[in-house]
């Protein structure tokens, strides 16, 4: 048992670093404007990544639950290879297009699955106690593979766009090779055969269970809010510093969230979860916000502060989520708020690049990080809920 869960852990964590490992990262909103002639194209296809995730997030949750978590790897891992491949090519949108329609499918695949195929990994093996512990550990490996990524495309992107979009291809076949290694967690027995049943079932769960809803709703709108600032930030970060050095500013945040991802299991336990959640939304609210309205030259470096937070608020969330989840539905559960999640991501996406198109990268930001200021109040809920039951 301990053997299989040791194996899946560094499989994980391996194919984790180089799922993310995209020397585009820093520059992709660049190199989509400059494809597509405009910020609110380009946004739209980051967009198109969400919303396809979305249409594609139901139904990839109820086949994970039903076909096992290591065939839903594999085929994420082929979607993602397809995907890369498209933005490589990138002629013009519809390339493009169709390669964002494919990542957001692979992203389907990956949500939900891989926390449960971790999560399922170590309650086989009676270590389901350190869950966030080894979930911080995992994807600490996105972020350092994204600020290796981050650092060296930056430094190519000056010579060639084209050549880094195709190494980045390189890695996506190494994460389809590793998927082929996984061990597969014990089989689920299903109480329900019905697919429709299965969903409803899913749904009402999220609806009947107050932390589950509010959990849920906090995820979606920082989702929605945080991953769409945050592919667009090197726009903004291009008009303070020079395009070689906009990737530095998203290595930043990478190397500080990887710090907060393999601490978070320690800090989760000395502190709490809902405690060090309502720490991490109320200091982001502050720091980005006012980095934006006041921008100078150390403002990306401020911004890219917050993501000490950004690691341990995410494992915090999860880990809270897993508790709340039932074990025939732990995928579907997550899917359905990703679907969620990723339908307002599509949503905001195009709003902020229309706003970047009208009144420019700054006040777009600024914009963006004061509407999602009233998720504060979901957290401290959930706090004062969590302390008076204590």
């Given at each position: 048992?301990?053997?299989?869960?040791?194996?899946?852990?560094?499989?994980?964590?391996?194919?984790?670093?180089?799922?993310?490992?995209?020397?585009?990262?820093?520059?992709?909103?660049?190199?989509?404007?400059?494809?597509?002639?405009s910020y609110t194209l380009a946004m739209s296809l980051f967009s198109v990544v969400m919303v396809s995730s979305a249409l594609f997030?139901?139904?990839?949750?109820?086949?994970?639950?039903?076909?096992?978590?290591?065939?839903?790897?594999?085929?994420?891992?082929?979607?993602?290879?397809?995907?890369?491949?498209?933005?490589?090519?990138?002629?013009?949108?519809?390339?493009?297009?169709?390669?964002?329609?494919?990542?957001?499918?692979?992203?389907?695949?990956?949500?939900?699955?891989?926390?449960?195929?971790?999560?399922?990994?170590?309650?086989?093996?009676?270590?389901?106690?350190?869950?966030?512990?080894?979930?911080?550990?995992?994807?600490?490996?996105?972020?350092?593979?994204?600020?290796?990524?981050?650092?060296?495309?930056?430094?190519?992107?000056?010579?060639?766009?084209?050549?880094?979009?195709?190494?980045?291809?390189?890695?996506?076949?190494?994460?389809?090779?590793?998927?082929?290694?996984?061990?597969?967690?014990?089989?689920?027995?299903?109480h329900n055969s019905n697919i429709s049943m299965h969903l409803v079932a899913a749904a009402t769960n999220i609806w009947s269970n107050?932390?589950?809803?509010?959990?849920?709703?906090?995820?979606?709108?920082?989702?929605?809010?945080?991953?769409?600032?945050?592919?667009?930030?090197?726009?903004?970060?291009?008009?303070?510093?020079?395009?070689?050095?906009?990737?530095?500013?998203?290595?930043?945040?990478?190397?500080?969230?990887?710090?907060?991802?393999?601490?978070?299991?320690?800090?989760?336990?000395?502190?709490?979860?809902?405690?060090?959640?309502?720490?991490?939304?109320?200091?982001?609210?502050?720091?980005?916000?006012?980095?934006?309205?006041?921008?100078?030259?150390?403002?990306?470096?401020?911004?890219?502060?917050?993501?000490?937070?950004?690691?341990?608020?995410?494992?915090?969330?999860?880990?809270?989520?897993?508790?709340?989840?039932?074990?025939?539905?732990?995928?579907?559960?997550?899917?359905?708020?990703?679907?969620?999640?990723?339908?307002?991501?599509?949503?905001?996406?195009?709003?902020?690049?229309?706003?970047?198109?009208?009144?420019?990268?700054?006040?777009?930001?600024?914009?963006?990080?004061?509407?999602?200021?009233?998720?504060?109040?979901?957290?401290?809920?959930?706090?004062?809920?969590?302390?008076?039951?204590?």
């Amino acid at each position: 048992m301990n053997r299989m869960m040791h194996r899946n852990i560094r499989l994980l964590a391996l194919f984790n670093f180089f799922t993310d490992f995209h020397l585009y990262t820093a520059i992709l909103i660049i190199y989509f404007a400059r494809v597509t002639g405009s910020y609110t194209l380009a946004m739209s296809l980051f967009s198109v990544v969400m919303v396809s995730s979305a249409l594609f997030e139901i139904p990839t949750g109820i086949f994970s639950d039903y076909i096992g978590r290591k065939r839903t790897v594999m085929l994420g891992a082929f979607s993602s290879v397809f995907a890369v491949i498209c933005y490589a090519i990138g002629m013009n949108y519809w390339i493009l297009f169709t390669g964002a329609l494919f990542e957001g499918l692979q992203r389907a695949w990956y949500s939900g699955n891989n926390d449960a195929l971790l999560y399922e990994t170590l309650a086989q093996s009676g270590h389901k106690d350190a869950y966030s512990h080894y979930l911080g550990k995992v994807s600490a490996m996105f972020q350092m593979a994204a600020a290796a990524g981050i650092i060296i495309g930056g430094i190519l992107a000056t010579r060639s766009f084209a050549l880094i979009m195709w190494l980045s291809v390189i890695p996506q076949l190494i994460c389809l090779l590793l998927s082929f290694f996984i061990t597969e967690p014990n089989k689920r027995q299903h109480h329900n055969s019905n697919i429709s049943m299965h969903l409803v079932a899913a749904a009402t769960n999220i609806w009947s269970n107050r932390s589950l809803r509010l959990l849920s709703i906090n995820r979606i709108v920082n989702y929605a809010v945080g991953e769409s600032t945050y592919h667009f930030r090197a726009a903004f970060v291009n008009t303070l510093w020079p395009l070689w050095a906009v990737g530095f500013s998203t290595a930043l945040s990478s190397i500080g969230a990887a710090a907060s991802y393999w601490y978070s299991g320690r800090l989760i336990t000395n502190i709490g979860s809902y405690r060090l959640l309502l720490m991490a939304n109320l200091y982001s609210k502050i720091v980005n916000i006012a980095s934006v309205a006041v921008a100078t030259v150390f403002s990306p470096i401020i911004i890219a502060s917050t993501s000490l937070f950004f690691g341990i608020s995410e494992v915090a969330n999860s880990q809270l989520m897993q508790n709340e989840f039932t074990h025939d539905q732990r995928a579907t559960l997550a899917s359905i708020t990703s679907f969620l999640g990723n339908l307002a991501f599509g949503a905001y996406a195009v709003l902020l690049g229309l706003l970047a198109d009208s009144f420019g990268p700054t006040r777009a930001l600024i914009i963006a990080y004061i509407s999602y200021v009233p998720t504060l109040a979901i957290n401290w809920i959930l706090y004062e809920g969590h302390k008076h039951s204590a």
